[in-house]
């Protein structure tokens, strides 16, 4: 799968045989974790036409930052099966890191889910730990995870 130009410096596609394997990037972690939601949607369908009807607020809390990561995108994955709604914009508003938990609240837009505007790109059936990566740099968060597809 490449990467559209548009995403650049937001997040890549890389190899992979069977799934989908995301490098998501930002200046800091919440603009990390909002191109890694970005992504998985991207994989799905075109983002662009999306269109931001109703917003809607998402918190997760995992006991580290890769359970973090793991639960964030499982959480919005979940919405969409659930709820059938796709969504394109993504924006953190809290974040807190302890040594007890890690927690984040979010503001997400979408819409619901049609077929003759959203064009099906390939299912995501989960996201998982495989080969998922932090790290952290005083100016950069690169994130990379695996949707199983």
């Not at 990037?25 to 990390?32: F, L, S, V």
């Not at 998985?40 to 809607?56: L, S, V």
């Not at 639960?71 to 969504?87: I, P, Q």
């Not at 953190?92 to 609240?105: C, G, Q, S, V």
Request: hydrophobic content about 45%; cysteine-free; overall charge negative.
């Amino acid at each position: 799968m490449s990467t559209p130009d548009k995403f650049a410096g937001k997040f890549e596609f890389l190899e992979h045989t069977a799934d989908v394997f995301v490098r998501a990037h930002g200046r800091t972690m919440e603009e990390a974790y909002e191109n890694a939601a970005l992504s998985m949607f991207e994989t799905m369908t075109d983002t662009d036409k999306i269109a931001q009807m109703q917003q809607e607020i998402v918190e997760v809390e995992a006991e580290d930052q890769y359970a973090l990561l793991y639960s964030w995108l499982e959480a919005l994955l979940v919405k969409f099966e659930t709820e059938n709604v796709l969504y394109s914009k993504f924006q953190i508003t809290e974040w807190k890191e302890t040594a007890e938990i890690f927690k984040i609240k979010a503001k997400i837009w979408g819409e619901k889910f049609d077929p003759k505007k959203h064009p099906q790109k390939v299912a995501v059936k989960a996201v998982t730990y495989h080969r998922m990566v932090i790290i952290r740099e005083p100016d950069r968060v690169i994130l990379e995870f695996i949707l199983d597809i």
